[in-house]
Structures are given as C-alpha cells and as structure tokens.
C-alpha cells in the first residue's frame, strides 16, 4: 500500500490548477511514501509529463535510512510533522528554503474495509511554504 498515487494526483492538480513553474520550488516534499513509493511517485509525475526527480524528497526517507527492503517507514502524518517543524522550518528560517509544495499523504484506515479485503483509500494534501 502506497499513498504514491494520491501524492502524485495532488502534485499534478497544483501545477495544473496555478500554472507554477517547477523550478519555482526547492523542494517537493511528501510524507511518508518511503524508497518504493517516492520511485512510483516520480514514475507517475513523469508519464504526466512532470519530471520532479531533481526537487523531491519524502520525510520518511529523510527520518529513516533509504534501504527499499526494510520496508522503512511510519506514520505520514507523524513524518510529515517532525520533518516540518524541525529540518524544514530551520530550513526556511535560514533562507536556504524559499519555496516547498507540502504533500502530506496518509491512508484512510478502516478496519472493517480491510478485514473484508477492501482496498485502502489513500489521501494527499499541499500546501505552498513560502518565506
């Protein structure tokens, strides 16, 4: 299960919806997608024709160390959290940031629906940081 595909929907509404430049952004910022997902969620961007390769990071990997087969990760609200208001905002503060796109990205849990096999439905949110 990956929150990949919503990121990817958010990100790609943004950039359709404001008709921003990419290069406009230091970083694209999504949280927690892991190794595996960060890779689909470049992978999706691009056949849309949006390369963010070069500016993205995921606050998972940036927490965790990005070894794909310990299956790394937690929660996206917890990452994104963390990372904000500590790496993030210092960041900003300093002036090394001045624009990031925000994608925190989460899972709608319901143990009913994934007791009876039903799929998860995955949730992406953005909002611009600018200084």
């Not at 390769?53 to 990005?66: A, L, P, R, T």
């Not at 300093?94 to 799929?119: M, P, R, Y």
């Amino acid at each position: 299960m990956t929150s990949a595909p919503a990121a990817a929907d958010t990100i790609l509404a943004h950039f359709r919806g404001t008709k921003e430049d990419l290069a406009s952004y230091d970083l694209i910022v999504t949280g927690d997608l892991g190794a595996l997902g960060s890779r689909i969620l470049k992978d999706l961007t691009w056949e849309k024709g949006l390369d963010i390769s070069d500016n993205h990071v995921d606050c998972g990997e940036i927490i965790y160390n990005v070894i794909e087969d310990e299956f790394q990760g937690g929660s996206g609200a917890g990452c994104s959290a963390v990372v904000l208001n500590s790496y993030l905002y210092s960041k900003m503060m300093s002036g090394s940031l001045k624009k990031i796109l925000f994608v925190a990205t989460g899972a709608l849990l319901s143990t009913v629906s994934s007791g009876q096999g039903e799929s998860i439905p995955c949730i992406a949110h953005a909002v611009v940081l600018e200084r």
